[in-house]
């Protein structure tokens, strides 16, 4: 909670400098009358000088959202359980997409950075290699990056060994492409058992499942995806979605970000949905209110 209140206080300072800047105001340029000459050429607008304590302080900023990021995910760490969503006291919901990097996501990400929105990404280790310059885009509009598996399977009957390495590899994967290392573990179907936790919990990765299935990968179309989040969206959600679906980028635009803002609710990461509004309670609180 500290690093958040530094995180808040930074950005107020950071939105005061940028009201105090000149031209920073919103009042109007005063009017001047000048004679007019065959010769009048039009002034050339100079471009906006740095301002190195503002530099300064949003790298400040990014610094302190990181810190508080990475205490709420080793809290979870600890916690040894998986998440299933936030809580109920902030105006927060995660976006997750699952499958990737595929043909889809450049568009799932256009769509983000347009409205500068963040969501987490969990990614196919086998996938990355060939589409590296996808994570890095991923990494750098700020979504969050995680680990699904090398290759889409259950895990649940595999050895210790191999589930480990399924997670390894992929983590392996993303650490080469983006350079940051993933923290965040879904296994493929959501399926896991006591084997499956100790090794992520070994690895030191959190485990996030979902508190709503947008119900993408049983063939819906992109009206019913989007009216099945919609109709069960609360604050606190982790939705699942996958980014190797038309439908699902479609819903995305036309209905779930539109609905998401007429609601007031905002979409973050899940490490900054675990940072701003951790959850509180048991788990089957995150289904309090599914109508699925």
């Not at 939105?15 to 004679?35: E, I, M, N, Q, V």
């Not at 030191?204 to 499942?209: D, K």
Request: aromatic share 6%; hydrophobic share 45%.
């Amino acid at each position: 909670m500290a690093a958040l209140a530094v995180v808040l206080a930074l950005a107020v300072l950071l939105g005061l400098g940028l009201f105090l800047l000149p031209g920073g105001d919103a009042s109007p340029p005063a009017s001047t009358h000048r004679a007019k000459t065959s010769k009048s050429k039009k002034a050339e607008p100079k471009p906006a000088a740095a301002v190195p304590w503002l530099s300064a302080l949003a790298g400040a900023i990014n610094q302190a959202t990181h810190l508080g990021e990475t205490a709420a995910l080793d809290r979870f760490t600890a916690r040894s359980k998986p998440v299933y969503c936030g809580g109920l006291s902030g105006h927060y919901v995660a976006l997750t997409f699952d499958d990737g990097p595929g043909a889809y996501t450049p568009r799932t990400l256009a769509i983000l950075h347009k409205s500068h929105l963040r969501a987490t990404f969990f990614l196919i280790g086998s996938n990355v290699p060939s589409r590296p310059s996808l994570a890095r885009i991923e990494l750098k509009d700020y979504a969050s990056l995680g680990v699904h598996a090398w290759v889409h399977k259950s895990l649940v009957r595999l050895k210790q060994a191999k589930i480990r390495n399924q997670i390894v590899w992929t983590r392996n994967a993303i650490a080469t492409a983006t350079g940051a290392q993933a923290r965040l573990f879904r296994p493929p179907y959501g399926a896991r058992n006591a084997r499956v936790d100790r090794v992520a919990r070994r690895l030191g990765m959190v485990e996030v499942l979902w508190s709503i299935d947008s119900g993408d990968s049983l063939g819906k179309n992109w009206r019913q995806v989007g009216r099945e989040v919609l109709r069960n969206v609360q604050p606190g959600s982790i939705v699942l979605m996958h980014d190797n679906r038309g439908q699902t980028i479609r819903a995305l635009h036309r209905l779930i970000l539109p609905g998401l803002a007429k609601r007031g609710l905002i979409p973050v990461t899940v490490p900054e949905l675990l940072m701003l509004d951790p959850p509180v309670g048991p788990s089957s609180r995150c289904w309090a209110n599914w109508r699925g």
